[in-house]
């Protein structure tokens, strides 16, 4: 595996991949940093193919080949001012660009926010074309590469990924989307591939109706029309472009970017139409045995990011989400936790969950709910009532938390 960390400044390229050699020393990875002038000479390449590939009627245009298209993580710094001859170019425009017109894996922006550590409102820029924003004091926390929850049961937000393997699935998505085209699913509703029922369909936020195309009735946009004249998938011109000239891999590696971050986003994000396993096991705490109601560390077993004690549901209705290369957690619907067998199983435990433990989104990890901070996070849905532990408070803000106006009183 590879990657790649770019920044205008070679003295922070250098310490994050001296830090990352450190993290990563067993795992086989490859890391560069490459200058200013390599950097430059990458995007300017990338400026030249996107705009040969706008400009032609359809015809052939020259082999893209890119510095990129063997790099796994692409780490790149928000603000690239001192770029020799490209002034202010943004991390924005080079997810962009990187991810249509080269075969890049995960690509992550560091320092949008540099004064924001965790977001409270746990929306996680769904409009960048990146698949990931932290800030640079993460860079090389073993939380982004290893599994979780952290042993010392410090700051690992849930949302982050593991990148490395998230790299792998996204490949694996745009070689199956690509396949998939070639026989025509290109004209299939995107909700019909992902076998959304009636009752979540329903359950779709606006944001997220809204991000599979702003004309089109949800329940008919289809992989084609997904990117065109829709900012939230592609640049405008970019899609039309990739219409006209049936462009069935940039078509998929669109779609596995830009749908991958919808469904996590805005469908499994307000825990509302997907669950994923701690959300679930917090609404369903009957399902964990008696004798394991007070091991904190058996709620932790299903806080992983891999396969997690599925036993435990046998009996319950609850269906997995199967389309495997999507999540890189365990993911089911949301309707089998809200049967009415399911609720009647929670009236009738008097003691469930005596220990309350609650989940937290900072931590990747169940806690009492005594020792943690209840927040609302905006997806506007009844699941959003989140905790955190808030690391770092009573050291004077370590870790920096915010909107603060989210903290629940």
Same mark, same amino acid.
């Given at each position: 595996?590879?990657?790649?960390v770019w920044d205008?400044?070679?003295?922070?390229?250098?310490?994050?991949? @001296?830090?990352?050699?450190?993290?990563?020393?067993?795992?086989?990875?490859?890391?560069?940093?490459?200058?200013?002038?390599?950097?430059? =000479?990458?995007?300017?390449?990338?400026?030249?193919? $996107?705009?040969?590939?706008? =400009?032609?009627?359809?015809?052939?245009?020259?082999?893209?080949?890119? #510095?990129?298209?063997? !790099?796994?993580?692409?780490?790149?710094?928000?603000?690239?001012?001192? +770029?020799?001859?490209?002034?202010?170019? #943004?991390?924005?425009?080079?997810?962009?660009?990187?991810?249509?017109?080269?075969?890049?894996?995960?690509?992550?922006?560091?320092?949008?926010?540099?004064?924001?550590?965790?977001?409270?409102?746990?929306?996680?820029?769904?409009?960048?074309?990146?698949?990931?924003?932290?800030?640079?004091?993460?860079?090389?926390?073993?939380?982004?590469?290893?599994?979780?929850?952290?042993?010392?049961?410090?700051?690992?937000?849930?949302?982050?990924?593991?990148?490395?393997?998230?790299?792998? /699935?996204?490949?694996?998505?745009? #070689?199956?989307?690509?396949?998939?085209?070639?026989?025509?699913? !290109?004209? @299939?509703?995107?909700?019909?591939?992902?076998?959304?029922?009636?009752?979540?369909?329903?359950?779709?936020?606006?944001?997220?109706?809204?991000?599979?195309?702003?004309?089109?009735?949800?329940?008919?946009? #289809?992989?084609?029309?997904?990117?065109?004249?829709?900012?939230?998938?592609?640049?405008?011109?970019?899609?039309?472009?990739?219409?006209? $000239?049936?462009?069935?891999?940039?078509?998929?590696?669109?779609c596995a970017r830009?749908?991958?971050?919808?469904?996590?986003?805005?469908?499994?994000?307000?825990?509302?139409?997907? +669950?994923?396993?701690?959300?679930?096991?917090?609404?369903?705490?009957?399902?964990?045995?008696?004798?394991?109601?007070?091991?904190?560390?058996?709620?932790?077993?299903?806080?992983?990011?891999?396969?997690?004690?599925?036993?435990?549901? @046998?009996? +319950?209705?609850?269906?997995?989400?199967?389309?495997?290369?999507?999540?890189?957690?365990?993911?089911?619907?949301?309707?089998?936790?809200?049967?009415?067998?399911?609720? =009647?199983?929670?009236?009738?435990?008097?003691?469930? %969950?005596?220990?309350?433990?609650?989940?937290?989104?900072?931590?990747?990890?169940?806690?009492?709910?005594?020792?943690?901070?209840?927040?609302?996070?905006?997806?506007?849905?009844?699941?959003? %009532?989140?905790?955190?532990?808030?690391?770092?408070?009573?050291?004077?803000?370590? +870790?920096?938390y915010g909107p603060?106006?989210?903290?629940? /009183?």
């Open positions: 595996m590879k990657i790649t205008d400044d070679p003295a922070a390229a250098g310490r994050w991949k @001296e830090q990352l050699e450190i993290v990563l020393q067993a795992k086989g990875t490859s890391i560069e940093a490459p200058e200013p002038g390599e950097i430059e =000479e990458t995007l300017y390449t990338l400026h030249e193919y $996107r705009r040969e590939y706008l =400009e032609s009627d359809g015809g052939p245009i020259a082999n893209e080949k890119s #510095s990129l298209d063997n !790099t796994d993580v692409l780490l790149v710094d928000n603000d690239l001012f001192e +770029l020799p001859g490209l002034k202010d170019y #943004s991390a924005e425009t080079v997810a962009a660009r990187a991810s249509l017109y080269t075969a890049c894996g995960c690509i992550v922006v560091l320092n949008l926010s540099p004064d924001l550590d965790f977001d409270l409102t746990l929306l996680g820029h769904p409009s960048s074309k990146a698949d990931l924003h932290i800030n640079d004091r993460f860079v090389a926390d073993p939380g982004l590469w290893e599994e979780c929850p952290r042993v010392d049961g410090g700051f690992r937000p849930w949302h982050w990924p593991l990148l490395l393997r998230s790299a792998a /699935m996204y490949r694996t998505r745009v #070689s199956e989307l690509a396949e998939a085209f070639e026989s025509g699913v !290109t004209g @299939e509703p995107i909700l019909n591939y992902f076998g959304f029922e009636q009752w979540s369909r329903r359950r779709l936020s606006r944001a997220a109706r809204a991000f599979l195309h702003p004309e089109i009735a949800t329940d008919q946009v #289809s992989f084609s029309q997904f990117v065109q004249d829709n900012v939230s998938a592609v640049n405008v011109q970019d899609g039309k472009c990739i219409a006209r $000239r049936d462009d069935l891999v940039k078509l998929a590696r669109v830009r749908i991958g971050k919808w469904l996590e986003r805005y469908v499994l994000g307000p825990q509302d139409v997907l +669950l994923d396993f701690p959300h679930l096991i917090e609404k369903m705490p009957f399902s964990i045995p008696d004798r394991e109601q007070r091991n904190v560390d058996f709620w932790n077993s299903f806080a992983k990011l891999e396969e997690s004690p599925i036993e435990v549901l @046998e009996g +319950l209705g609850i269906r997995p989400f199967d389309k495997g290369n999507w999540f890189d957690r365990p993911v089911f619907w949301a309707q089998g936790a809200e049967s009415d067998e399911n609720l =009647e199983r929670l009236l009738g435990v008097e003691d469930v %969950n005596p220990c309350e433990f609650v989940f937290c989104e900072d931590a990747s990890s169940f806690h009492r709910a005594k020792d943690c901070d209840q927040f609302i996070a905006a997806h506007n849905t009844v699941s959003d %009532n989140r905790f955190v532990r808030w690391f770092g408070k009573e050291e004077g803000e370590e +870790l920096r603060q106006s989210r903290l629940a /009183m």
